[in-house]
């Protein structure tokens, strides 16, 4: 391996990982689905130097997360707004945004007419220099999962903005401690040193003693970090969420979506309608580029795979998507983080339980896919196709 570069020995582990999938185990191109961030890569790779062509592989979804997304909400999506609370729907004349300074143009449009119809949040849009920075905090809350709905978040993602005060004081230890062995302010109190000075602050506002210490002190007060966390923000995040779930509106009564709502609706979509998932799963799941992905195509893939047969490949230094935010994870970090999301989901996603690890066999993963293949196939030709009228009964109930 150290003779190979990064992306030579991804290249062949994907290449074993899909020669055996679609030639060891007997399935269907259409049970494996390879999701790439970087759109036909894992295609190209995966069949140079093997006997596959372009034609073994026609029917396999190999496409990027967006397009999977766009995919879902063409041929199901038609409602998932109304999932929302959005009194609108998704059609075929519905585009995707795809410039973004287009889509900054269309924002300041609509930021207009929200702070008109808004006055009580005026003394927010005071603080914000560009409001198009508010279209950018709407696109990580998107890639982290959290929805806005009517009148709440969707499946409690108001957590995510209230925060971890553990995980808050972790950061915040670390920024103050003082540095050259004690005898330099922490980084922390240094970046504190203009506070009070040609500034504008509220009569209650804490003493500079107070936020940075006394004179001759090399870190923060302990006691500030509670402070900020427990800061009301309730405000803001009424703020926040209205003009989140505002915009959405906007963008669908413009007929366009970003690439960040492709995902929004299709994982709300996925996560309420069991059937569809049913209908759209797939038996074998590879994710290439994976130092690329957020935080909601980690929980596509959960609702999108049947098993526990899902590859993740990539290279966290060759990370190029900084708007997905995506974290370095090792392997470890990201089966906790598997189960973790698997129970948060609710019995959305699919697999064993964290008790029952997958087989490790080769021999196992392809009998268990023959049979299961087999299963399917037989389950399906029994099925007698529906009439229409049995079709509008199983909707109704």
Not at 4 to 22: D, E, F, M, P
Not at 48 to 53: A, C, F, V
Not at 150 to 163: P, S, T
């Amino acid at each position: 391996m150290s003779t190979k570069s990064a992306s030579g020995w991804r290249s062949a582990w994907r290449l074993t990982r899909v020669t055996y999938v679609l030639s060891g185990a007997s399935l269907d191109n259409s049970d494996f689905s390879g999701v790439s961030l970087r759109g036909a890569d894992l295609t190209d790779a995966t069949l140079s130097g093997t006997d596959l062509t372009a034609v073994d592989l026609s029917d396999a979804p190999i496409q990027t997360f967006h397009s999977l997304c766009h995919d879902i909400l063409t041929e199901h999506g038609f409602e998932a707004p109304t999932l929302l609370g959005i009194d609108d729907r998704i059609t075929g004349f519905t585009r995707v945004l795809e410039d973004e300074n287009v889509e900054k143009a269309q924002f300041r449009e609509f930021i207009r007419r929200f702070s008109d119809n808004h006055p009580e949040y005026d003394d927010f849009f005071r603080a914000v220099e560009e409001p198009v920075e508010l279209l950018g905090l709407i696109n990580q809350l998107a890639a982290k999962g959290v929805f806005p709905t009517a009148d709440g978040w969707y499946r409690n993602g108001e957590r995510h903005l209230d925060g971890d005060f553990d995980a808050f004081r972790e950061i915040f230890d670390e920024l103050n401690l003082p540095r050259n062995d004690g005898n330099k302010q922490s980084k922390l109190r240094s970046k504190l040193g203009g506070y009070g000075n040609d500034k504008c602050y509220l009569p209650d506002a804490p003493e500079e003693d107070e936020i940075r210490g006394g004179c001759g002190e090399k870190h923060v007060p302990a006691a500030v970090a509670r402070l900020a966390f427990d800061e009301q923000r309730g405000g803001l995040k009424n703020f926040v969420h209205d003009v989140y779930h505002e915009y959405l509106q906007f963008a669908l009564s413009r007929n366009h979506l970003n690439f960040s709502f492709l995902q929004l609706f299709a994982f709300v979509l996925l996560c309420d309608d069991h059937r569809l998932r049913d209908d759209v799963a797939f038996e074998y799941v590879m994710i290439d580029e994976f130092q690329d992905s957020s935080e909601i195509q980690f929980k596509l893939a959960l609702l999108l795979a049947d098993t526990n047969n899902v590859c993740v490949v990539g290279d966290w230094k060759q990370g190029i998507y900084r708007r997905n935010r995506p974290s370095v994870r090792g392997r470890t970090e990201i089966t906790e983080e598997w189960w973790r999301e698997s129970a948060i989901l609710e019995g959305c996603p699919r697999g064993t339980s964290p008790q029952t690890p997958p087989p490790e066999s080769p021999e196992a993963i392809a009998a268990g896919s023959k049979a299961k293949s087999k299963a399917r196939k037989e389950t399906q030709s029994d099925k007698k196709p529906a009439t229409n009228r049995e079709k509008a009964k199983s909707e109704a109930t």
